[in-house]
């Protein structure tokens, strides 16, 4: 199956009989198996082959009796930390390396529902910590445009960015037709803008959270990666639910436009979009170039992208004003309080006694025993201190007791209102700088930045910490804001890397988001993106 394909153009071809579920899983196992096994680490496990098989079967049934569901047969990978029933669910950690969870989460169980096949869990950075899926316990993930050893040369292995490295090296490699990564600060955008694919992060709450392993509750968004922008809205169509139950975030999608008469409607965000594509076009939507994100570490390719976006869109007749997001410079330190305080609280109940990883003590051969005073081995229990202590020392990697050790700190008694207090009403002002270009004298529609300051980074680099970190700088602030976001690829950097622009939109507005970014990918001059192939896959 052509690499471009959408899901509506695989679905037509499944119900027309000119494909088979069978051949479409096992093409994907082929190239994701091409060379050695799993040739790009992007998956950390697969789903057995006898649910695989029996999967594959009630799908082709369906299939050939008329009642196939939306997703039936599509192979879709879920980043390693959304639970799955009766498949493992480790989150990139050694601490939960063979917990099966006894329940599917509300994003696994919509797939599920609507026919999806779930070939496996993808790599990721441990616990979403991170920002180039290296920090992980089960390798790193290799970038798919990384340049291989040509003419006796060294090959150059690049990161996939991170947290969800794995998900989005996975669909651009074409292993899977779409993946579901998360996104705290950026963890779907940045690696979609590394890998060159489709990147989306709704408003926070249109997607369930329940089943989701926490980093950081109040930024963790489930979201999409795909090929495309028909795919995102499709897959988008299917997980944006009321999860009344299990998820007290969790939205409708209803309508956010105070002047309407019908604010607080039901909305359904496929139905949306197509109607946008058919009635509006780019003179529809006035968009905002925020001169904050032009800062000095900014890639010279990733500028000139920047600024060709701006004269494309004007040169339709497309409306660009410049704005201001003054706080945008503090939303780096803020974020990184905030999310390491919360995860401080979520991971401590990793401890070794309900579930994962349980450190086990060794043997003692300090003590003697015995009335003839001969030295003996002598198995001592530890004390249920030693074993916290040991288990998440053992259990967890360098980055994540970093960023406990961090959170705990900024939640002390000594530093709460000089560290926490404070990046929480940073995170208001923040917020208040996007309401007020949104809903302000301007009414900006959508905002365009670059996704990240540069392209894909190499593995082997030696980079600073506050580096590293930076690498969020654009992604961040929509997470403190709640914002829906999405990274479209559009170019290959002179080093013949994807780059890309992220475009944001105020909250609910999900679809008008949906329907510019498919506008500015069927740019001529940009359109051709996703006919490239990899470096590493040629």
């Known amino acids: 199956m052509n690499r471009l394909a959408n899901i509506s153009q695989i679905r037509k071809s499944l119900i027309e009989g000119k494909l088979k579920v069978n051949d479409l899983i096992q093409n994907k196992f082929k190239e994701i198996n091409k060379g050695s096994v799993n040739h790009l680490n992007t998956f950390i496990s697969f789903e057995d082959d006898k649910s695989l098989d029996r999967q594959i079967r009630e799908s082709q049934e369906r299939y050939d009796k008329g009642t196939n569901k939306r997703l039936d047969g599509i192979p879709i990978g879920v980043k390693d930390n959304f639970s799955s029933k009766s498949l493992k669910t480790t989150c990139g950690s050694k601490i939960l390396e063979n917990y099966i969870p006894s329940f599917d989460s509300t994003v696994v169980k919509l797939l599920k529902e609507e026919g999806a096949i779930i070939i496996g869990k993808t790599n990721m950075d441990e616990f979403s910590m991170g920002s180039s899926s290296t920090s992980g316990n089960f390798g790193s993930v290799i970038n798919p445009w990384s340049k291989p050893s040509l003419n006796?040369?060294?090959?150059?292995?690049?990161?996939?960015?991170?947290?969800?490295?794995?998900?989005?090296?996975?669909?651009?490699?074409?292993?899977?037709?779409?993946?579901?990564?998360?996104?705290?600060?950026?963890?779907i955008r940045q690696?979609?803008?590394?890998?060159?694919?489709?990147?989306?992060k709704p408003s926070y709450g249109l997607i369930s959270r329940f089943g989701l392993i926490s980093y950081a509750s109040s930024l963790d968004t489930p979201g999409v990666l795909t090929n495309n922008v028909e795919d995102a809205a499709e897959l988008l169509d299917v997980l944006i639910k009321k999860d009344q139950e299990n998820d007290s975030t969790s939205l409708e999608f209803i309508n956010n436009n105070k002047n309407n008469n019908n604010n607080n409607e039901k909305r359904n965000i496929l139905k949306e979009f197509n109607e946008k594509l058919k009635f509006k076009n780019i003179k529809d939507l006035v968009f905002g170039i925020p001169k904050d994100y032009l800062i000095k570490e900014l890639d010279e390719d990733i500028l000139n992208l920047w600024k060709e976006v701006v004269e494309e869109i004007e040169k339709r007749g497309g409306k660009v004003i410049p704005v201001s997001l003054p706080h945008t410079r503090y939303a780096l330190p803020a974020y990184y309080l905030l999310a390491t305080s919360e995860a401080s609280s979520n991971l401590s109940r990793f401890d070794g006694v309900r579930y994962g990883y349980r450190y086990e003590s060794g043997e003692n051969t300090n003590g003697s025993s015995g009335g003839d005073g001969s030295n003996e081995t002598i198995k001592v229990g530890m004390g249920l201190k030693d074993m916290y202590t040991k288990t998440r020392t053992n259990g967890f990697g360098e980055e994540v007791k970093k960023r406990i050790i961090l959170g705990t700190m900024a939640l002390s008694r000594s530093s709460y209102d000089n560290f926490y207090t404070k990046a929480q009403k940073i995170r208001r002002l923040v917020s208040d700088d996007f309401k007020q270009v949104f809903e302000g004298e301007e009414k900006v529609d959508i905002l365009i930045t670059p996704t990240a300051p540069s392209p894909a980074f190499k593995q082997?680099?030696?980079?600073?910490?506050?580096?590293?970190?930076?690498?969020?700088?654009?992604?961040?602030?929509?997470?403190?804001?709640?914002?829906?976001?999405?990274?479209?690829?559009?170019?290959?950097?002179?080093?013949?890397?994807?780059?890309?622009?992220?475009?944001?939109?105020?909250?609910?507005?999900?679809?008008?988001?949906?329907?510019?970014?498919?506008?500015?990918?069927?740019?001529?001059?940009?359109?051709?993106?996703?006919?490239?192939i990899p470096n590493y896959l040629k």
């Not at 006796?152 to 899977?176: I, T």
């Not at 700088?473 to 890397?497: D, E, F, R, V, Y």
């Open 460 to 532: 082997n680099e030696k980079m600073d910490p506050i580096e590293v970190y930076i690498n969020d700088i654009m992604t961040i602030p929509s997470n403190l804001a709640g914002l829906p976001a999405c990274s479209i690829p559009l170019k290959l950097s002179k080093s013949n890397l994807p780059i890309s622009v992220q475009l944001i939109s105020n909250r609910l507005t999900d679809d008008n988001l949906l329907f510019a970014a498919h506008t500015i990918m069927n740019f001529d001059n940009f359109k051709d993106f996703n006919s490239q």
């Open 152 to 187: 006796n040369s060294e090959k150059e292995l690049y990161v996939a960015g991170g947290s969800s490295g794995g998900s989005a090296a996975a669909v651009a490699s074409n292993y899977c037709v779409a993946s579901i990564g998360s996104d705290t600060g950026g963890s």
């Open 191 to 200: 690696p979609s803008s590394y890998c060159g694919v489709v990147g989306f």
